[in-house]
């Protein structure tokens, strides 16, 4: 099993910026893929982005592309996500998930990650 812990979120004005971390314990970093989600209030739960084992591959929705940036540092047992021109519709709990990858892709579907952080919430005044 790996346990993960989300860090960095907070309250930030439009057109700001915020990073995200996800650290991770427990098992071997590089066997996961990784996924940042979020969920607004009465939405269902949505990926924003998502990455591979190794980082060579990644993923990002239409509505973050351009401002949105997901990496990893696999030695620091991390994911980040790094928020950047922030919009109000950004408002949300953040999530990261990881799912155990023997391939070098970014998976895209939320039922396929095994893993789950608490969530950390990040609130754009406009």
């Known amino acids: 099993q790996v346990q993960l812990v989300e860090s960095g979120g907070g309250l930030v004005q439009a057109g700001g910026s915020l990073r995200l971390s996800c650290a991770a314990s427990?098992?071997?970093?590089?066997?996961?893929?990784m996924g940042w989600f979020r969920q607004a209030p009465g939405k269902e739960r949505e990926l924003v982005a998502a990455i591979s084992w190794s980082g060579g591959s990644t993923y990002l929705i239409d509505s973050v592309k351009g401002r949105f940036t997901i990496s990893r540092v696999n030695a620091k047992n991390t994911v980040y996500l790094q928020m950047n021109s922030l919009k109000h519709e950004d408002t949300a709990a953040y999530y990261c998930?990881?799912?155990?990858?023997?391939?070098?892709?970014?998976?895209?579907?939320?039922?396929?990650?095994?893993?789950w952080g608490q969530g950390t919430q990040v609130t754009v005044s406009s």
């Open positions: 427990g098992r071997t970093f590089s066997d996961y893929a």
């Open positions: 998930a990881a799912v155990d990858s023997d391939y070098d892709v970014a998976p895209l579907s939320t039922d396929e990650y095994d893993y």
